[in-house]
């Protein structure tokens, strides 16, 4: 369990625990439940191009389901396989089952399980996990973001020429083609990119400093639950790409860094198409 406590706005569950707790209990059942199916026969079907669905996603998505709504029935539902389920209570469950679908279909190790809470537009608690490395990151408004129960910070490097930008491609392809073109643009200025596949893995990453800035155009609530959560609370600064504005759940793009780090980019990154579609 990670260190710090749940929200007194956040009520416990049918069976005592913490909301943050029953997020990391639903995320490491199915990141086992996952794990096994990993490089074994899975079922893929296609949703479009380049978009693909697994049995093991499904699966994952009804155990996280069957179990958060036994310990909060009165929440409502925003899952990536699954029709939106309206609450009666204020707060919503986001579930990715799978984030990184394409990296685990084909055997890739980077993919992760999003567990989160919402109230409105607002992320109030959620965890990232990586059931390959066995990495649990977790946050809650107010209380900091963790590693496997130990505070982390985004990095602390304030020179956009020494600083590694994470990427993905999405599916909204002309957003993407102008995202290729602006990352060529700004190299070999910027020190490094990494496109790896799971976005949500990817703000994680963010957010332990592990990557120093992380943009995208075209996500999902699913995608970004924990992610915009676990990177404030980390202190970066978290922006929706097309107003510039603090990022929400519904936001389709981010721009996420140190503030610093954020200025420079931007600055660099002015009169590029992908800013402004």
Known sequence: MT???????????RSGLTALAVCENAARRAGELVLNRFRTDIEVSLKGRANVVTDADLASERLILDYVRDEYPDFGILSEESDPVAGASPFTWVVDPIDGTRNFAEGIPHFCIVVAIANGDQVVAGVTYDPVRNELFSAQQGAGAYLDGQRIHISDRENIDDAILGFDLGYDFAQAKHLMEMVAGIWPRISGYRLMGSSAMSIAYTAAGRIDLYAHHSL??????????????????????????????????????????????????????????
């Open 3 to 13: 260190n710090n406590s749940d929200s007194a706005d956040l009520p416990v569950s």
């Open 220 to 277: 999902s609530s699913w995608d970004i639950a924990s992610g915009i959560l676990l990177a404030r609370e980390a202190g970066a600064t978290v922006l929706d790409r097309a107003t510039l504005e603090p990022a929400t759940l519904f936001s389709p793009g981010l721009i996420i860094a140190h503030p610093t780090l954020l200025d420079q980019f931007l600055a660099m990154t002015d009169g590029y198409t992908w800013r402004t579609m």
